[in-house]
């Protein structure tokens, strides 16, 4: 909030604590609340006794987020989300966005301060040393100093700096001096280069970087507060780290005072921030004192206390430059530079005129003009041209630097030897920065006279004049490329291409003018361009029309249309390829002209290249085939017809010529049906010749012709040949069975045996039972292809028959020993269903030996019951060592038969299958198989299990489920699938249990089988098998009776099943877990409590006396008390006898919870244990027991040294009224937190006892109000104006002004309307007392305060005009400015007040509402106020509301309106309004002097006042002088004109429009001949010229006829010419036409005749150089003589007096008369028609 006449705005911009934030006040202190930057504020809190960080976004509007972390510490990075923790001696850096750890360290000693000193580094403070520590790399902290001794002990360390360049650290500490209350301070000045150290002593201190005047490099500059014993505090300004001899010296300044507030002499600075952007040091005090420091001087500037609480943390604002602060209360504050009051401040305040200059012209503020006027004036009037040059230029805002100032220094005189004043003064403006546009043009002026551009190129290379129009017309005549740069900085289009085309740099203006945005009229340049350099307008045309930033910037057809007129066929060639580069449908017709142009002008290579590029895609093929024919490009013909008849005749007349690789890939183009018809011809003509072609089209589009259809068409021609290797083209690729099949036919009929092998072995797409049957039908020679087909396809058996039956027994052997040995059971077994011989057989496996699959080969043999065959085979492969199953499983099939040692072998062969053995042994022999299902090793437990229940083999079964241990197996026997517990228990169960125990388990000395099987039961569920079996385990004595194990499973297994046994088995056994079973017991599921106390008792008792372990059973024991017993008394007791301060502590929470606070109180008391004191304070405040819970805060207060505990007992002693004790208290050291027990005491109506505690913490806000509610006014006024809170002063005031003490209510409302924010609620509470009167008093007398702000003038206004109307003009007239203009202006509106509301709103620039308000209230209205405003709004509508209400109102007035206006308006709306309005005769005037911009609008209005005043003059010179408008519409309109002049403006028009023929017809209608013969010349028509002339003859008028004949000389024919003159007498008047037509006829016949000639003769050289010079530049024309004889062309010329004499009087009359003229006619020349159709 900025104030008037203070030179900062103060302003509270969050406050942390307060909602929606509502951070923990607790923590908002030093170490834990950090702000490293204005972006972020840490707040390390603990909410409901857990551990989190709040992290306040300032730069996202104040928006907080908590992270649960638990942190001693937290500091943000200053400019990112990274984040550094500290808990304990561990540091962690973590990317909150990323989400992620970046680095970790744990420091071998305590932190005791740390800071971001950069956004990648931290510097660490501990004990000892300063650490730096980056966050990037994996690098630890890095030691840089050791603190100073002066440092060490009892130094509390509040702030570290850095240098910017990182050389120099500065550490900050404070402690307790020698007097109370005083605070001393340290700081250790580090150099990093030096490696050394000096004390300071001080409290804060920071380095900045300044540019120091007379000087390149910066100086690195440090700032800090001097305070020495029994001395005032200074500040010191001083560079650090530089050397005294280097040039410009050492920056440093006069130490100065600090000028510390009366009643605060023991205050010491806590921060201290320098600004970058206003070089102004900010140095907030312990006690909330704001100091401001100039950097360069180290003057004081503002003093002042924003704050009674302290500010422990600030930083720099970088958007304003100030700082912000955080103040214990969580207030975050904000101080800024009021600009615009800190000059006039100095001036006024400080009277330092120097330091005010200094500032305002440093920092560019105002407030000093006129001191900066009286010195430039008085420098200049000393004749010091140098100081007021330099005075002028480093003025704030540009103050001097006007065309005022250059003129002075223009009229100062030279001195001997030194520039002119003007040129120093331009000199020091040159060295301060950049000139104005103004000093721009005044430096260039003189700079070229003395013909020096090179200094103003440099200049503007440098950056250092202001670019504008001026300056480049200045500039262009002495160098083209200074003005471009110019034109183009200052953003002059039109000149910067005038520019370019100079330089001939035409393709550089496309890329300008895009850029700028400029339109230009690109067919004129290029038009131009074409003449001039056909390959520069070729390639300014490819930029235009290729622009890439949008369309196209010249239409194409015109640009083709002038290179075709200039005959540039191939620069317009090149042109249309790069223009149809983006081959669009909608350019087809351009696309078929490119092609066309080539084609037919001679160059066909062109199109067959464009055409070969396949660019285009849009033109007209059929015409461009049709043209590619008649030039012989056959192929390109090809390319383009479709229709077959045009494609088979092409193919008949230049096939040869054509590429048989284009054929190929011109088949592709043709439909389905076309190209089998093509292919078919092809084939008809000549089967021989077109057979390859034929078969390479076939195999490139096999798709998508067919191969059906393409395999028909061979076969139609009987061509098993080209069905070959078209096949065989495609048969590696096809998925056609057909292709296949036909590939193998064809090949069998071309005897190609080797690659039908090929497909039958490979080929996986043909059908293998029509292969196969075809092959063997076809019974080729070799029967590899069918033995290849069986093969793969498993037709096995079909090719054993077939050999077999054809005597083929060598392909059987070949077949099983190389081809498929793995197939040779498959052929034994249909060679056994053939009967063949079994010695055939034993050959046949013998010879195929191990690669025969054994199993295959015995499952073929053993279904037809052949097995022993291979019994000899079989042992032969286990003599080779084969280990195969199924060998091994046919082996012992065999033993097994022959009862061959069955169960040696099948204990002692690892390598059959037991399952399939076992199977094969069950009905044999149950044993054998139960020996087999047992070698398994658990793979057949279930055909185990299921033989020996079957067959009874229980005592097998349970010793194999001892020894394998596995509890799944227990399951799947104990409690098989579909078990049910219900139902009586089976027989064979009780049988394997019987056994397990009796039999099994017995015999075991193995503990992990009793485990596993104890392990089974359990998980079997059957407790009371379970607890039988322990017994008989533990109780009766065996190897495991001592087992622990054992013993806990035992008393658990009985609180699940028997809960009777547990005490007894407690008290039997000892070895056993008794804690963890004891918590088992008491769980919620057994509820056995009786059971857990008589362990936890029977434990402590064998436990050591007074150990841990015997205190926790103590501890255990009373829980089971007093949790689950819930017997009070019981544990009392037991607590008694044993006596322990864990167990009074227990029965004390537990006599809490059930509301015996008393005897909780006392239990708490003998147990000295203050940890639940929240608890007890919150139990003694809910039952109101303040008398027992004194002395137990007493107690408490002896160990625990909590705020808590000192606040509740102060709260407590208030309560019970004892305020001598709490004196007393508060008197002594306490950390209670008296301003919120104060408060406290306030909302709950104990005054007496908050004035207490609120004097004692100096508390005068709280304190007034404590007054206030005791009723003694006088006093809480006092107290207020020792807490200067506007807060308090409020209270204080509306409750004095309750009871009527006006006095003191104003004393207090002094102090409040200085404040903007509570003057609106202290002006509704006088109002609604109705105090108005006294309100204005007040107001009025807040007028006068120094620190009065615009509320005070600006509510002052509202009031008046709510209730003294009358001297609201007066107030606003001279306080105007001091206002809220808006806040009165609504007042005013309010009030009807139209004459004061003029006045705010033209005061306050708001000149539209100004106009508004004078248009709808014409009270208000004056007319040089209104024209004074309606120049300044910005609004264009207000301006045209204006006007209209001019035209209403004040229409005499109207053009002076518009004259004001006219540089600001659009003229066509102005026109459109008036013409609305019917008001255009009001403003001719203006309409004349706007019509110069040539608006269509404008320009019709103005000829059609013309029309109607009939000034056909003005009519005429507008149409000449201003052609846009609507021409046609305007020639109608007046053809129909009663005046003659009019009339002829139609005619005038129509020819403008080229309507030569209305034009010729509206003057022949008003016999204004010679206007008729004039627009039939220059209509080039030849009808309308001899309708013309035809018409002169039919109303005989023989003067017009030889007029006509001269002006349309080219367009008339002579046969037309000769006939009328000989049909109507008019021979002599046609006579010179025909002389002059005879003449050209002449001469081209001559010319014609030396053409033809043979060679002239060497003599006649000179004739024929002659002839030939006129043939090329023109001859003279009928001479007669050395005179001209004929006419001149009339366009080009004038009418002369008559046939080399003068023309008949009889014409010559009648010429006078219609065109007033004299003798001479037309203004024509000398005798004759004037000097002949020259050189036509």
Known sequence: MAQAGIPITFSEILHIVNPPLSVNAENVKFGSCSMESDKYITVCETVAGVQQIAIVDMSQGNTISRQKISAEAAIMCPNSKI??????????????????????????????????????????????????????????????????????????????????????????????GASPGMINGSMQLYSCEKSVSQMLQGHAGAFTLLKVPGRDEPAQVLCFEDKKPDQPAKLFIMEVGRDKTAPGGVFRVTPQTIPVAPDAPNDFPVTMNVSKKHDVVYMISKMGFLYLFDVFSGKPIYRARITTDTVFAATEHTATGGVIGITRRGQVLHVGLNEGALVPYIMSQLRDSELALQIASRLNLPGADDLYQQNFNQLLQQGDVQGAARLA???????????????????????????????????????????????????????????????????????????????????????????????????????????????????????????????????????????????????????????????????????????????????????????????????????????????????????????????????????????????????????????????????????????????????????????????????????????????????????????????????????????????????????????????????????????????????????????????????????????????????????????????????????????????????????????????????????????????????????????????????????????EPALHNAIGKIYITLNREPLQFLQNNQFYEPAVIGAFCEKLDPHLAFEAYKSARGECDEALIKVTQENGLFKDLARYLVERQDLDLWVRVLKPEGFDESAPEAPSRRYLLDQVVQTALPETKNADEVSSTVKAFMHCDMPGELIELLERIVLQGSDFSNNKNLQNLLILTAIRANKEKVMEYINRLDNFDGPDIAKIAASEQHELYEEALTIYVKFGKKSPAGGEEQLQHHVSAVEVLVDLIRDLERAK????????????????????????????????????????????????????????????????????????????????????????????????????????????????????????????INNNAKLALCFVNLEQYREAVDAATKANSVSTWKEVCYACLRVNEIRLANICGLHIIVHPDHLEELIGHYERAGKSSELMQLMEQGLGLDNAHSGIFSDLAVLYSKYTPDKLMEHIKVFWSRMNVNKVLRACEKALLWNETVFLYKEDGQHDSAIRTMTDHSVAFKQDLFFECVQKVRNPEVQYKAISFYVLQHPLHLGHLL??????????????????????????????????????????????????????????????????????????????????????????????????????????????????IDTAGQSKDGDISEELLRFFVSVQDRACFAATLFTCYDLISPDVAIELAWRNGYTDFVMPYIIQYMRHLHEKVHKLDERTAPPAPADDAAKEAEAIAASIYGAPLMMMGNETLMLQNGSGGAYNNGYGGGMPDVYQQQQQQQYGGGGQQYGGGGGGYGGGYGGY
């Open 83 to 176: 984040i550094a923790l500290k808990a304990g001696q561990q540091l962690q850096i973590f990317n909150l966005d990323a989400r992620a750890k970046l680095k970790s360290h744990a420091m071998a000693a305590p932190v005791a301060f740390w800071r971001w000193i950069s956004p990648v580094t931290i510097a660490l403070v501990t004990a000892n040393s300063v650490f730096h520590w980056s966050i990037e790399g994996d690098s630890p902290p890095v030691k840089v100093f050791d603190r100073n001794a002066g440092l060490m002990e009892g130094t509390q360390i509040i702030n570290y700096q850095v240098s910017v360049d990182g050389k120099w650290c500065l550490l900050c500490g404070i402690s307790a």
């Open 393 to 883: 230029a480093e003025s704030p805002r540009g103050l001097l630097r006007t065309p005022n100032t250059i003129q002075m220094f223009q009229q100062v005189p030279a001195q001997p030897g030194q520039p002119q004043p003007v040129f120093q003064y331009f000199s020091v403006l040159l060295e301060k920065g950049k000139l104005t546009h103004l000093e721009s043009i005044e430096l260039a002026k003189p700079v070229l006279q003395q013909g020096r551009p090179q200094l103003l190129e440099k200049w503007i290379t440098e950056d250092k004049l202001e670019m504008s129009e001026e300056l480049g017309d200045l500039l262009m005549p002495a160098d083209v490329n200074m003005a471009l740069t110019c034109y183009q900085r200052a953003n002059i289009p039109e000149k910067v291409i005038n520019c370019l085309m100079q330089k001939g740099e035409s393709d550089k203006i496309v890329a300008y003018s895009m850029s700028v945005g400029y339109r230009v009229d690109y067919t004129y340049m290029l038009q131009q361009l074409v003449r001039s350099n056909p390959q520069g307008a070729l390639d300014f045309a490819k930029k235009l029309v290729s622009n890439e930033s949008g369309p196209q910037l010249i239409d194409v057809n015109a640009a083709l249309e002038i290179f075709l007129e200039a005959r540039l066929v191939r620069e317009g060639t090149a042109f249309l390829l790069e223009a149809l580069k983006g081959n669009k449908k909608e350019e087809g017709f351009l696309q078929t002209r490119v092609l066309e142009i080539n084609l037919l002008g001679g160059t066909p290579q062109v199109a067959d290249a464009i055409l070969g590029n396949e660019m285009f895609s849009h033109y007209d093929k059929a015409h461009i085939g049709r043209l590619c024919e008649q030039a012989g490009l056959m192929q390109r013909a090809l390319e383009h017809y479709t229709d077959l008849v045009d494609i088979k005749r092409i193919m008949q007349q230049g096939g040869g010529q054509i590429n048989p690789e284009f054929l190929l890939s011109y088949f592709g183009t043709i439909s389905k049906e076309g190209s089998l018809e093509v292919l078919k011809d092809l084939l008809n003509r000549n089967l021989r010749q077109n057979l390859n072609i034929v078969v390479q089209i076939a195999t490139k589009y096999s798709d998508p012709l067919g191969p059906e259809n393409l395999m028909k068409l061979f076969e139609d021609f009987k061509s098993f040949e080209g069905l070959f290797y078209y096949l065989g083209a495609i048969v590696n690729n096809s998925q056609s069975s057909a292709v296949h099949k036909k590939y193998i036919e064809a090949a069998a009929r071309m005897q190609q045996f080797k690659e039908v092998e090929r497909v039958c072995r490979d080929s996986t797409v043909y059908d293998p039972q029509e292969v196969k049957q075809f092959l063997i039908e076809a019974k080729l020679p070799d029967p590899r292809p069918l033995i290849h087909v069986c093969d793969r396809f498993d037709f096995v058996d079909e090719m054993t028959v077939y050999l077999h039956a054809n005597a083929m027994l060598k392909y059987i052997e070949v077949y099983v020993q190389k081809v498929s040995p793995q197939k040779t059971p498959q052929v034994v077994g249909k060679l056994l269903d053939l009967e063949c011989p079994e010695d055939f057989i034993r050959n046949l496996l013998n010879s195929v030996g191990q690669l025969c699959p054994v199993g295959e080969l015995v499952d073929q043999v053993e279904r037809r019951n052949r097995l022993r065959m291979l019994h000899p085979w079989l042992e032969a492969r286990v003599a080779q060592g084969n280990t």
């Open 1133 to 1256: 007791e037991f607590a008694e006898r044993v006596n322990a301060k864990a167990v009074w502590s227990k029965l004390a929470k537990a006599q809490l919870d059930s509301q015996l606070v008393t005897e909780a109180i006392h239990s708490y008391i003998k147990a000295k244990d203050p940890s639940d004191y929240h608890l007890v304070i919150n139990a003694a405040e809910a039952a109101d027991q303040y008398e027992d819970l004194v002395p137990y805060l007493k107690m408490a207060r002896k160990d625990v040294k909590e705020s808590v505990l000192d606040t509740q007992l102060i709260y407590a002693l208030a309560r019970i009224n004892k305020l001598a004790d709490l004196e007393e208290l508060i008197s002594g050291p306490n950390v209670a937190k008296i301003d919120n027990i104060g408060e406290r005491c306030f909302d709950e109506g104990m005054f007496e006892a908050a004035k207490i505690l609120f004097r004692n």
């Open 1459 to 1572: 004259a004001v206006l006219t540089p600001h308006l659009d003229h066509a709306r102005v026109v459109h309004l008036l013409r609305k309005n019917h008001a255009l005769p009001l403003a001719l005037d203006y309409m004349r002097n706007v019509q110069k911009e040539n608006l269509s609008v404008v320009n019709e209005a103005l000829n059609e006042m013309a029309v109607l005043e009939e000034d056909f003059e003005g009519l005429r010179s507008s149409i000449d002088d201003y052609d846009n408008f609507d021409q046609i519409q305007l020639a109608q309109k007046v053809e129909k004109h009663e005046l003659l002049e009019f009339r002829r403006v139609a005619a005038y028009l129509y020819k403008k429009n080229q309507r030569w023929a209305q034009s010729v017809q509206l003057s022949k209608e008003d016999r204004m001949y010679k206007d008729a």
